[in-house]
């Protein structure tokens, strides 16, 4: 089974940048997707960003695209996501996730297809 373990995350002001990072052990990420999910009081968690390991390739949801950027080291076996001029609307308890077993894609934005998820951590972002 995989663990991911986050670290980042804080208070900023509005404009400010912050970078989160996700931390695996377990299984190797071979054949997964990873993704970020954030949620705030009393929402659903929503989807942020994703990125399959092995290609690269990137999904965004539309309200952070061109602010945000997923990436990922392979051999730190370390997922990240850059965040730049975030907005009060960014605040949220901000998770990374992989994708399951079971799952025959590799880059997904459905929540349902992430079986790994993170601590996550606070990010808040004043004005």
């Known amino acids: 089974q995989v663990q991911l373990v986050q670290s980042g995350g804080g208070l900023v002001q509005a404009g400010g940048s912050l970078r989160l990072s996700c931390a695996a052990s377990g299984r190797t990420f071979v054949g997964y997707a990873m993704g970020w999910f954030r949620q705030a009081p009393g929402k659903e968690r929503e989807f942020v960003a994703a990125?399959?390991?092995?290609?690269?390739?990137?999904d965004y949801a539309d309200s952070v695209k061109g602010r945000f950027t997923i990436s990922r080291d392979n051999a730190k076996n370390t997922l990240y996501l850059q965040m730049n001029n975030l907005t009060p609307e960014d605040t949220a308890v901000y998770y990374c996730?992989?994708?399951?077993?079971?799952?025959?894609?590799?880059?997904?934005?459905?929540?349902?297809?992430?079986?790994?998820w993170g601590q996550g951590t606070q990010v808040t972002v004043s004005s």
């Open positions: 990125i399959s390991w092995i290609a690269g390739n990137t």
């Open positions: 996730a992989a994708s399951g077993p079971m799952t025959t894609v590799v880059l997904t934005t459905a929540k349902y297809e992430y079986d790994y």
